[in-house]
């Protein structure tokens, strides 16, 4: 919703002793200002931390357990690439309603029963015996996962004053690397493990990759209950009238990051405007608001988006997120498989670049395929160290750029680091046709996937101050990318050792 124009409701012209009255976006800075970066920043900060591993858990989870849960859940390649590719349709539907909801009914609703939603779903999936229930479990995760993401970057942000708001929310896009570090390595202890209890005569059994989702449940119920104690965003309080609940939400952050009893030296901006406490009694008097009404004003604020200007801005900003996000899924999808052809080769092989070793490779598979006979018992193959190795190296490598960027992006600024990062880019993915070795290989695709995942979220910083339902028009766009990648024809066969590589879910994907 629009901002109330306090100065033309107290008609401040008629009295030239008028104090004169600052917009409540205005108020709202001063007072973050003077509430500094404490202890509830530190709290908020560690449970977008949690938030961002528990989505990642989404769709990073499957490729770890795709092949010890193939022969389980009775699985083929196409049922492999779909269940890779379930959760990014579930984000892809729930965002289109989730969007311009968040800016009308706030942002802690959507993340307390996301996140509680998401780990129930968690648990389904990790009691799931066959293919269709656990198929139908990940859809759920991504649909809801998918309502809570943008909450979770918008609430960070609306809780930051504008000289930190570019850092923090910079810092908290480190996460998704983070949480990709995490999830490898607690995939790396839990699947090098033997697991297997049985229940009801053998009609209910938990293998090791069922407890391995059971422990990722736990990063959703604590997302969940971190939101359930920390207030809601005094932005959307102050869009909604509501001044003395914004001015409530605002002594709190002051009193625990300060840890003093004293009031804002400001808090008359809340208290003591007769024109806002008005405004704040009339809009209390009304009735609810019903859901169809609520649903109505959602879509009329959207109608700016698609007009002069915001238009322009709007098409520019989806395209850059588009195709930024292409070049980043590309590269990300075909890591794991690209960093197994490259080692398959070893030392009996003569040195040959990356196009050499993909043809090598595929005559090979074809030609096991062909000679193949023994087809009636399905033996599940464990991922081998180098895949959490390779996972935790690119983890660890993207937050480089992410570190960096949070320093110069005061300093060069948001376009100019937007420009030199593309271009970085480009010249990593095109020196990758001439790669001979596999640290090469490693090294060209981390610093690729970090810059593509920095850049994604340079455009999100760069719209800290957006509303929520356009932050999620340009997330969605790079959604669908992720979707029609994972569902394409693959251009090279896979073989069924085949682990994916996790997505990042920080555009409701983590990545």
Request: proline share 4%.
């Amino acid at each position: 919703m629009g901002e109330i124009n306090v100065q033309s409701l107290g008609n401040t012209d008629k009295n030239p002793n008028a104090v004169e009255l600052k917009t409540p976006t205005e108020e709202l800075d001063i007072a973050l200002k003077e509430c500094g970066f404490g202890w509830f920043h530190v709290m908020l900060l560690l449970a977008s931390l949690i938030g961002f591993v528990a989505g990642q858990g989404v769709s990073s989870t499957t490729p770890y357990i795709l092949p010890v849960a193939e022969c389980d859940l009775n699985m083929d390649l196409l049922q492999k690439g779909f269940l890779n590719a379930i959760p990014f349709i579930g984000m892809t539907i729930s965002s289109i309603v989730a969007g311009f909801l968040t800016d009308t009914f706030g942002r802690k609703l959507f993340l307390v029963y996301g996140f509680g939603g998401l780990f129930i779903c968690t648990l389904m999936a990790g009691s799931s015996q066959t293919y269709l229930l656990f198929a139908s479990a990940k859809f759920l995760e991504g649909a809801l996962f998918g309502i809570s993401f943008n909450p979770l970057m918008i609430l960070t942000s609306e809780f930051c004053h504008n000289g930190i708001r570019d850092r923090v929310v910079m810092f908290q896009s480190s996460f998704a690397a983070l949480g990709q570090v995490i999830i490898a390595i607690i995939a790396w202890v839990i699947l090098s493990l033997n697991w297997k209890v049985t229940f009801f005569d053998g009609h209910f059994v938990l293998n090791t990759w069922n407890f391995y989702i059971y422990v990722m449940s736990m990063w959703a119920l604590l997302s969940c209950l971190f939101y359930t104690f920390l207030p809601e965003s005094p932005k959307y309080y102050i869009s909604q009238g509501k001044f003395d609940a914004a001015g409530d939400v605002l002594m709190k952050i002051h009193k625990t990051n300060m840890k003093s009893d004293l009031s804002l030296s400001h808090s008359e901006l809340w208290t003591k405007k007769e024109v806002k406490r008005e405004r704040s009694q009339s809009l209390r008097s009304e009735k609810i608001r019903s859901f169809k009404k609520n649903l109505v004003m959602g879509f009329y604020n959207l109608k700016p988006m698609f007009r002069r200007p915001l238009l322009y801005y709007l098409i520019l900003i989806c395209a850059m997120n588009f195709l930024t996000m292409l070049l980043f899924n590309v590269i990300r999808l075909w890591y794991p498989q690209l960093s197994a052809i490259v080692e398959s080769f070893g030392s009996n092989h003569a040195r040959q670049d990356l196009c050499m070793m993909l043809d090598s490779y595929t005559d090979d598979i074809k030609l096991k395929s062909v000679n193949s006979t023994d087809l009636s018992t399905c033996v599940p193959t464990k991922s081998g160290k180098e895949t959490y190795i390779n996972s935790v190296i690119l983890g660890c490598v993207s937050l480089i750029p992410l570190v960096l960027s949070g320093v110069l992006v005061n300093k060069v600024g948001k376009k100019n680091l937007f420009l030199v990062a593309g271009l970085i880019s480009v010249g990593c993915t095109l020196g990758l046709r001439w790669t001979s070795s596999k640290g090469t290989m490693v090294a060209l695709f981390s610093s690729d996937v970090a810059i593509t995942q920095a850049m994604m979220k340079a455009v999100l910083v760069a719209l800290g101050g957006a509303s929520a339902a356009l932050v999620l028009l340009i997330v969605m766009a790079g959604v669908f990318v992720a979707r029609r990648r994972k569902n394409s024809p693959s251009p090279v066969p896979s073989p069924p050792i085949l682990v994916y590589p996790p997505h990042d879910v920080t555009t409701p994907c983590y990545t």
